[in-house]
């Protein structure tokens, strides 16, 4: 498989499309249907051309070509990873067999459903974030936004290729399906509860691409260890996109509290609204909600199918390869905390291989304390007492074992009344979300930003702040 990116065929692609001519002739018949998609559903605001990372190959020696696109132009491909020989099967039950190419018979509708799921998530947060560029607090960020929607467009491109290529007339249908869901569509949502929710403004955005992303690289990471190479060799190539999402909010959420922090300095109180500031505790109530909505993508913590994905080599553990074990976990255990009725928590042993959504899940939430300690350290800076914290994982839950419970960030387990009466204490209110709103005004001059978020410390590819990074109508 060549590992330059080959832009002369009409569907850019390193997978030799125009050697087969029948699943060239059904990508190119979906190829209208996804820009028509993309033009109900993509971004809403008008451009002449935007600062763009484009793939040119997906070896190690550089990947990415930097220049401005004008969005509708962008071309959509496929790209797989290098494909390595040697490779065999790193766990379950088929362990150190050679990977497979095609799609085992018995595995079928267990792999396309995985495809499917993954698939589905890349076109809703397209959806979910059209109307951002029209608040957009800087050309900067305003190109983040474009650059993060183009690359969950490629991502679709990848699991469209993989449902075209690999699962005939049901993989068609499926791919048709992809794009008939809609965010927030009270007849056809989209699979999972996360990407029906609404991001009407930067900071959720922030949150969603600190949060939400970084469960997509968990999930894709997941997926990367497959026993089916093509699907590995697609997730391997969108990690590397799916890193720049992720540094979108990290930095995003860096710079909202640094901007916080600043104006709790300057007046000498923590309730900056009135300064044009997003108050910390307002911060807070967006991680609470977006950090534990994204846990619920990880499903309910015991799973007899994530045991058979396992098992049957299709979905591994993150980072499986460095496991110290034997990679198939027939005789291993694993401990997780239940909430009881009584209002106490009790841990259980459970088979290692019914938790494996808890594993991936606790790699999630050690990876994302990071992020909290990057945001205190900026606090502790401009010498504020305040801490941002992560809430207890059986916080506002609505999928897995405290789904039912009224679990306070602390972990506390109290009655209804109780939760609802101090709701807003913990989550963001209407009010919460009107004032955050009112605060997004777009800035499209060059060199400027809004007054509620501090500039970034480092342009894109080497350029300065004030470079023009969007080209507006």
Not at 2 to 20: E, F, H, M, R
Request: charged share 25%; net charge negative.
């Amino acid at each position: 498989m060549p590992t330059k990116i080959d832009y002369d065929s009409k569907i850019p692609n390193n997978v030799a499309l125009a050697d087969d001519r029948r699943l060239q002739r059904a990508l190119e018949g979906w190829q209208p249907k996804f820009l028509n998609w993309w033009g109900e559903m993509g971004p809403e605001l008008e451009n002449r051309g935007v600062y763009l990372r484009t793939a040119v190959s997906v070896g190690r020696d550089g990947w990415a070509h930097f220049d401005h696109v004008n969005v509708p132009d962008y071309r959509w491909g496929i790209f797989l990873a290098e494909r390595d020989p040697d490779r065999r099967v790193a766990f379950g039950e088929h362990k150190g067999q050679p990977v497979w190419q095609q799609v085992p018979g018995e595995y079928r509708a267990d792999l396309q459903r995985l495809i499917v799921i993954q698939g589905d998530t890349e076109p809703a947060s397209v959806e979910q974030q059209r109307l951002l560029g029209l608040t957009a607090p800087s050309l900067y960020d305003l190109r983040n936004l474009f650059q993060v929607n183009v690359e969950e467009g490629r991502h679709l491109w990848a699991m469209v290729y993989l449902l075209h290529a690999y699962f005939g007339r049901e993989g068609r249908e499926e791919a048709e399906a992809l794009l008939h869901r809609n965010s927030g569509s009270p007849d056809a949502p989209r699979i999972l509860g996360a990407f029906n929710e609404e991001t009407a403004d930067w900071l959720a955005f922030f949150m969603f691409t600190y949060f939400t992303d970084r469960d997509g690289k968990y999930q894709l990471g997941s997926l990367k260890e497959s026993a089916f190479d093509p699907l590995s060799r697609t997730c391997t190539f969108m990690l590397k996109e799916e890193a720049h999402h992720m540094m979108v909010g990290t930095t995003g959420v860096d710079r909202v509290v640094t901007r916080s922090a600043q104006l709790v300095r300057e007046h000498d109180t923590l309730d900056i609204a009135a300064c044009g500031g997003i108050p910390l505790d307002i911060i807070q109530k967006y991680i609470n909600f977006h950090y534990t909505v994204s846990l619920d993508l990880f499903g309910s913590e015991t799973s007899t199918n994530a045991a058979n994905y396992y098992t049957a080599g299709l979905k591994g553990r993150w980072q499986e390869e460095r496991r110290k074990d034997d990679h198939r976990l027939t005789d291993h255990s694993a401990f997780l905390d239940k909430p009881l009725t009584d209002g106490t928590w009790s841990q259980d042993e459970v088979p290692a291989l019914l938790a494996l959504n808890l594993d991936l899940r606790d790699e999630y939430i050690s990876d994302c304390e990071n992020g909290l300690k990057r945001w205190n350290r900026i606090l502790e800076e401009h010498g504020i007492a305040f801490r941002l914290k992560l809430p207890h994982p059986g916080f506002n839950r609505n999928v897995g074992l405290a789904a039912g419970h009224h679990v306070t960030p602390d972990g506390t387990i109290v009655d209804e009344q109780t939760w609802e009466a101090s709701r807003h204490h913990w989550l963001p209110t209407a009010e919460d979300l009107a004032f955050v709103r009112s605060l997004m005004q777009p800035v499209y001059e060059r060199g400027k930003i809004a007054s509620w978020v501090a500039p970034p410390v480092n342009g894109i590819n080497g350029q300065p702040f004030d470079y023009e990074y969007v080209r507006l109508v």
